[in-house]
Antibody, heavy 120, light 108 residues
Framework: QITLKESGPTLVKPTQSLTLTCTFS??????????VDWIRQPPGRALEWLAL???????RYSPSLKSRLTITKDTSKNQVVLTMTNMDPVDTATYYC????????????WGQGTLVTVSS | SYVLTQPPSVSVAPGQTARITCGEN??????VHWYQQKPGQAPVLVVY???DRPSGIPERFSGSNSGSTATLTISRVEAGDEADYYC???????????FGTGTKVTVL
């Protein structure tokens, strides 16, 4: 079955960069149409989509955060990495990675999420 | 930027029907997907492509999309349906995904 799990620091200082890793199993990022996304949720607030990487290395970013985000993949390790620069306390959130398969634009499997706090 | 507006909260008695709207211009031209999120848990897909249900989701969850509003309907509401619900679309004009503002469903 498909599983995803996020990992990374729980605490980041303002102005630092955040690097999160999504390690998945049950599917391959070599399969046509498959993608992995990053989505975040500040405490008590709504979900916010951040970035997407496709099987063919095509990438999409949230327009409002595009300048701060980089998404990459390592298919040999079944991992997707998200880097966000210049972190601010407003970036405090639970960060999720999610799977979507070929030809559709919804997220059918999610990781458990990882809470990242930005504080000095 | 694209905004998907949902009512902040919906309250419903057990056994009754809850309806959650997701509105923006020209919704009828988009495929709308819905997620349920219980406290401390990751979201779960409950309806995709306007009205389809993933396997394992009860028939009590249904969706529709026409004109300017999409709707998630929960029939015969149970206490376990108490959660936050989010709609989601792909905005082809800017090439990114958008989530709705979220609706908290309270079972009285």
């Amino acid at each position: 079955q498909i599983t995803l799990k996020e990992s990374g620091p729980t605490l980041v200082k303002p102005t630092q960069s955040l690097t999160l890793t999504c390690t998945f199993s049950g599917f391959s990022l070599n399969t046509t149409g498959v993608g992995v996304d990053w989505i975040r949720q500040p405490p008590g607030r709504a979900l916010e989509w951040l970035a997407l990487i496709y099987w063919d290395d095509d990438k999409r970013y949230s327009p409002s955060l595009k300048s701060r985000l980089t998404i990459t993949k390592d298919t040999s390790k079944n991992q997707v990495v998200l880097t966000m620069t210049n972190m601010d306390p407003v970036d405090t959130a639970t960060y999720y990675c999610a799977h979507h398969g070929g030809g559709y634009d919804y997220f059918d499997y999610w990781g458990q999420g990882t809470l990242v706090t930005v504080s000095s | 930027s694209y905004v998907l507006t949902q009512p902040p909260s919906v309250s419903v008695a057990p056994g009754q029907t809850a309806r959650i709207t997701c509105g923006e211009n020209n919704m009828g031209s988009k495929s709308v997907h819905w997620y349920q999120q219980k406290p401390g848990q990751a979201p779960v897909l409950v309806v995709y492509d306007d009205s389809d249900r993933p396997s394992g989701i009860p028939e009590r969850f249904s969706g529709s999309n026409s004109g300017s509003t999409a709707t998630l309907t929960i029939s015969r509401v149970e206490a376990g349906d108490e959660a936050d619900y989010y709609c989601q679309v792909w905005d082809s004009s800017t090439d990114h995904y958008v989530f709705g503002t979220g609706t908290k469903v309270t079972v009285l």
